[in-house]
């Protein structure tokens, strides 16, 4: 999942690790946060910017410093608005930015990880707050973020 201050991932991995040492638990972040970079060289280093809200910091809080990862992914603008756009088209899940990350990173980490495992992530917002931008095809258009991909092959590389 995406981490803001950290009080769900530090909550939730916590307690996982607590309850079974060998689940894998991961971060995914969005460009412009500096937290994908601790994860994974142990020093904050952001590039870019993203159109995600609420989730991302170039620091470490209380809340994150409990949390327990394995690793971490960073993802796209691109790719928060082709996955919210898909699962609205074909799941019916209308969600916002932070919920669209969060599957983009389960869906990576399904690919890490391989056949026969269980992943679960956290829809943790929902889309009607973002009709008038992720949901808007001029602002899209503007943004250079209108969504073209027919299925999940925005995720490929």
Same mark, same amino acid.
């Given at each position: 999942?995406?981490?803001? @201050?950290?009080?769900?991932?530090?909550?939730?991995?916590?307690?996982?690790?607590?309850?079974?040492?060998?689940?894998?638990?991961?971060?995914?972040?969005?460009?412009?946060?500096?937290?994908? !970079? &601790?994860? @994974?060289?142990?020093?904050?280093? #952001?590039?870019?910017?993203?159109?995600?809200?609420?989730?991302?910091?170039?620091?470490?809080?209380?809340?994150?410093?409990?949390?327990? *990862?394995?690793?971490?992914?960073?993802?796209?603008?691109?790719?928060?608005?082709?996955?919210?756009?898909?699962? *609205? $088209?074909?799941?019916? *899940?209308?969600?916002? !930015? !932070?919920? #669209?990350?969060?599957?983009?990173?389960?869906?990576?980490?399904a690919e890490? %990880?391989?056949?026969? $495992? @269980?992943?679960? @992530?956290?829809?943790?917002?929902?889309?009607?707050?973002?009709? !008038?931008?992720?949901?808007?095809?001029?602002? %899209?258009a503007e943004?250079?973020?209108?969504?073209? #991909?027919?299925?999940?092959? &925005? *995720?490929?590389?």
């Open positions: 999942m995406a981490a803001g @201050t950290g009080g769900t991932i530090g909550g939730v991995t916590q307690y996982l690790k607590e309850q079974n040492p060998l689940i894998a638990t991961y971060l995914i972040d969005p460009q412009g946060s500096g937290l994908y !970079s &601790f994860v @994974t060289t142990g020093q904050f280093k #952001a590039e870019g910017n993203s159109i995600t809200e609420g989730i991302g910091i170039n620091r470490e809080t209380a809340n994150f410093h409990r949390s327990r *990862l394995d690793g971490a992914f960073q993802g796209t603008d691109q790719e928060v608005i082709e996955m919210a756009h898909y699962l *609205l $088209k074909k799941e019916g *899940l209308f969600v916002g !930015s !932070s919920a #669209a990350l969060n599957v983009v990173g389960a869906m990576r980490l890490k %990880l391989g056949k026969n $495992k @269980t992943i679960v @992530t956290i829809l943790c917002d929902g889309g009607g707050r973002y009709q !008038s931008r992720m949901f808007n095809d001029q602002w %899209l943004k250079g973020l209108t969504p073209q #991909a027919k299925g999940l092959e &925005f *995720l490929d590389g």
